[in-house]
């Protein structure tokens, strides 16, 4: 899973651009399993009526996502980076743990082989078609509008029915 090679190159940057770079690169790679998640694979578990698959393999992906908006909103320089990336990895970590023993199996049983193919074949094209930001010399720029909303539209959609208490606090 490439997210744990990028979390376990993260305590080696010392520089604040490369650390951001990399934590970009996170982020990108954690929206990306979200959207091939939803997109493509939870439509084939639905269409053979969530056969195998529990509610918490269900809990552990929506974990995750949250974890990942907490990262979004705190990136490396703000007062909560270090809480929201631990809680990060232990969102990956979990992940990898349920897809390995409770996701996959129950995805392997409820489909057939074919559709397995098309899911894959899908999935490759999704990480194909995404073009993550292009490393810059000099300033960072302002991120365009349609990041942004991508962003914002991931943190809502994770944050629904999470009282404000449990959310991070605001810069």
Known sequence: MKMR????????????????R?????????????RAREQVIMPALLRAGWQGLSAETQGVHLRFKRALANLVVNQPGTAHFD??????DEAVAQLAADDEYAFIPAL??????SERRAMCRDIE??????????PQ???????????????????????????????????
């Not at 809480?83 to 990060?88: K, P, Q």
């Not at 010399?137 to 629904?160: H, K, N």
């Open 83 to 88: 809480s929201a990336l631990r809680g990060f």
């Open 5 to 20: 090679q990028l979390l376990a190159q993260l305590p080696g940057c010392t520089d604040e651009r490369a650390l951001k």
């Open 108 to 113: 392997r049983a409820a489909t057939e082989l």
């Open 125 to 134: 094209l999704m990480y194909q078609s995404f073009e993550p930001p292009v």
């Open 137 to 171: 010399v000099g300033p960072e720029p302002e991120q365009p509008p349609s990041a942004l909303v991508e962003e914002a539209a991931l943190v809502l959609s994770s944050l629904a029915g999470v009282p404000a208490s449990d959310r991070a606090p605001r810069q």
């Open 22 to 34: 990399t934590v970009r690169e996170l982020c990108d790679r954690a929206v990306l399993h979200v």
